[in-house]
């Protein structure tokens, strides 16, 4: 699952959170409410390519949703470890995973 436009700070994303871990359904990323990608499909941009100190926020929070994405399939030769906390909200206070997600395989993409 990823999360998207979420703001932290609300009763509705610990709803969420809660509804999910007893689901047993893992949270790959967040993504902030950002007005950064308004202004990124105003100018035809992506938020990786807009200014650091503009988006350094937005970019940090793809981090986890990039490694997963990277990661082999379950059951493929495996290269290396996903990073510490990947597939875990930023922040690191919300539930842990319950559940193993692998990244879609070419045949399921196609």
Do not use: C
């Not at 703001?7 to 709803?15: C, D, E, K, P, S």
């Not at 807009?50 to 379950?74: F, N």
């Not at 539930?95 to 395989?105: D, G, L, N």
């Amino acid at each position: 699952m990823i999360a998207n436009r979420i703001r932290r700070n609300t009763l509705i994303y610990q709803a969420l959170i809660r509804f999910l871990h007893t689901l047993g359904i893992p949270i790959v990323a967040t993504l902030r409410d950002s007005q950064n990608y308004v202004r990124a499909a105003e100018f035809g941009l992506g938020v990786h390519e807009m200014k650091t100190y503009v988006a350094q926020d937005d970019v940090e929070q793809w981090e986890p949703l990039i490694a997963w994405l990277a990661r082999p399939p379950t059951g493929a030769p495996s290269t290396g470890t996903a990073p510490a906390g990947a597939g875990q909200p930023p922040g690191g206070a919300d539930p842990p995973q319950t559940a193993e997600v692998s990244p879609p395989t070419a045949e399921a993409v196609a």
